[in-house]
Structures are given as C-alpha cells and as structure tokens.
C-alpha cells in the first residue's frame, strides 16, 4: 500500500512539472502509463494471496483514476494557456495603419493616408425607399414575393393562358426544374398581386417593389435585371377616377408641386380598361424639351382596371369589387430624375458615378 501511494505522489510531481501540453504527453507512460510504478505493482498482484490481491488491487485503480484527473485537469490548463499565448502572438496592431488612414499626411500620403469615404445606399435603392414611404403615407402597405415563380402565378393567373400573344412582350429566363417551361425568375412583380388576392379577402391596398428578370440584351433603355414597383388596390366601389387620383397623389408628391399626370389608352391582358400613364417632363416642367420629345410629358408605365378575368382566377368576386393596378420601373425612374442617359452606368460600380447621388 506504501508503494501504491509513493506511485501517486510521483506521478502527481511529473505531471504538474510539465509545462506544455507535449510535455504533458510525453511524461504520461511514466506517470500512470505503461512505464509506470502503478504497471509494475499490478504485474506482482498475481503473486498474492486474493485478499491481498483484491485490496492491492483496488488501491492501484483508485491511484491510478486520480492520476487520470489530475492528467485531464493540467491538460486543459495548459492548453488554455497555449491558446491564450498563440492569440497574443498572432494578434495584429492596426492603430498604426487606422492613424494613416484617418489623416491626410503622414509617410503614406496620396495613397494610404486618404481619408476613407463612408458607403451609401445606391441610388436604386435610394428611389426604392423613396417611393416606398410615399406610398406608406397614403395608406398602402409595402408586399414581398419569391423572384422564382411558377407558370401560373407569373402568366396564367393574369389572363395570359398558354400561347397568348401578350407573352410575346416577356422574353423569359425558364429553368431547369420541374416540367419544361414551368419555373422561372419572374418577370414583372404582378405575381405578388396574385398571391396578395389568394392569401386574404379585399379590401386590399398594396404596392410591390422587387427585381425582375428578363433575356433583354443589356442597352440603354433595357437590363436583365430591373426593379420595378407596382400597386394593387381592390374594394367595393373602385374606379377609374380612383386611379386617377392616385396617380397623382404619387407625382406631386415624388416629382413636386406642379407636376401631373395624365391617361392614355393600351392593352394589357391582366386590366380592362387600359391605359399608359405620362407625367409632367420634370426636366422642362411641361414647356417641351429634348427629354420629352418637346410634347411636355414624359410615359412612366402602365395602369388599368384589374380583369375581371384575373379575379376569377385568384376567386376574388368581380361583382362585388373592382380594383385597379400600376406598375412603372425604378431603375427608368432613378435614371429619368438624375439625366442618366444609359441605364447601365447604374451597374458598372464606377465610384465617380455612384459618389454623385
């Protein structure tokens, strides 16, 4: 039993002696392990008489579980203090480099020692926000969906069936899921309208801003990906006049006092009546210019009485509410209000540009 406890001391003295976790490792066969005291006591316990053997025994495991905690505890020790040691060593003094660059002398200067200008929203985005909190203060709230849509929602839902004419004006990116031609990034943000008027029962007072797809070849009037936003009001008693108004409401409070907006008739399948909506050139303020052509007025996007089609199809009934929709692009808008002549420039991330707005 004397043994057994010198054996503990001993291998508690190696194992506290260690002073890395190598160290650590390398001391274990000595101190419990095969090289141990412990190991040569065990190989005599089948010498003795079993009460002996069975108490010698027992004292060695008991001995020999210690030396294993003490083994655990010293190792976690000394690995904190490795990783505390290495994170010190690695770490990096950047107060010299932040002081170059929050000057403007300094051995660095003309490179370096610039101040570094703060990031800003893009001017998309900017417009996007803009238009956002016009139309939260005239009472609509702001709607999201999936930019990957399915066939339905995207066409059919908005009286566009299979090989109608009016799919000619999308050129569409499908992919490569599900059946041929049934999932696609959208292109306009009109699925939204859908799935607004199947999620909940009028009235309904929405605009949706989002980025949309299309295989245009990149111009100066024309991206793949575009932003656009549109609005969705259903309720009992709506009108054209309704629209009107609306319309208005957004341009003066967009464009400034003076600036209106008038109706002229088209086609889109998903209203009925429908028309094109103009607004005063902001350029000239409606004296004519090059910007609008010298008519004063300037196309913004399109509008109409939601189809009584459509609310058959999302079953809305049409004869108890009416509704009507707009929609106009927000890249265009950003562009036309700045004197942007090429909306790609809106893409290029030219700091020069983007500095401007």
Known sequence: ???????????????EKAGSVAELRAVEPEAFGKRSELAAITATLRDLPPVERRDLGRAVQVARARLEELFDERSTELGAREARRL???ERLDLSEVAGLFATSGGPLAGSLGRPVPEGHLHLVTQVRDELEDIFLSMGFEVAEGPEVEDDWHNFEALNMPPHHPARGMFDTFYLDVGEPESILLRTHTSPVQVRLMESRPPPIYAVVPGRCYRRDTPDARHLPVFHQIEGLVVDEGI???????????????????????????????FTEPSAEFDVTCWVCGGVGCRTCSRSGWVELGGCGMVNPAVFEAVGVDAEKYTGFAWGFGIDRLAAARTNLADLRELLDNDIRFLSQF
């Not at 039993?1 to 194992?15: F, P, S, T």
């Not at 009107?244 to 003076?258: D, I, K, S, W, Y």
Request: charged share 20%; glycine share 10%; aromatic share 10%.
């Open 87 to 89: 994170v010190e060593a």
């Open 239 to 269: 009108n054209m006049s309704h629209l009107a108004g609306a319309l208005e409401a957004f341009t003066g409070a967009f464009f400034g006092p003076g600036r209106h907006v008038r109706l002229r008739p088209s086609f889109f399948p």
């Open 1 to 15: 039993m004397n043994a057994v406890q010198d054996a503990l001391e001993r291998g508690r003295a190696l194992i």
